[in-house]
């Protein structure tokens, strides 16, 4: 016969294993639904398909989705971080303003397409930006975003071609057209702190569209 002490013990257990699970999903799902909340606000679409959701850092989530507008189906994305929505990207007409494609059907792409090589993103970023009058306006979008973004691209990249345990703090930032360009501490474990310099461009939207660094 199991003791009461025995019981509790292993309800006790169950119960702390269960937690961290439960809580990942709970904030997956919380992540889906501010996605899905934003295209609806912000396309006026209703009709939302076979979301689903990528965790890609610390309380940070990937969401993707399909639309569906006319009998036909077309991509839609997020980036969640810390509960908030930092950027989103949908691919299709637009019943609340007529038809309207948001070019680039994912926000992250380029990002991930830095490593592959640079080239691939040039292009992306003149295409984004052949109707921007010169470069001259900002992103539209505050600068913490812009910063958070950079931030991200930056980690990734470094990690992706020095070492995966670099971790990037940046230290000022400051606008210059459709560039954020500043100063930034990298350290890798049982290194010293590295100084770095960089710059990230934007297109219109606040999209990272390439980026670059120097590590002293």
Known sequence: ???PCFSAA???VTFFLSVPGAAMASEEDRAKQLCKDKIRDIYGL???RQVWGEKIGNHKYKVHGQAKVDNHKYPFNCKIKNGHVKSFAYKGPNPRYGNHDDGDDSDLGTVLAVGAGLA???ALAASQDAGDSGGASKPQVNNSVLEDDCHDTLQYRIRDEHDYTARVKIESSRIEGHDLVGDAKVKYD???PHHATFKCHFD???RVMDSRYHLY
């Open 1 to 3: 016969m199991k003791t």
């Open 10 to 12: 292993v309800a006790a």
């Open 46 to 48: 209703t009709n939302l």
């Open 120 to 122: 691939i993103v040039a």
């Open 190 to 192: 049982g290194e010293h």
């Open 204 to 206: 219109r939207h606040g």
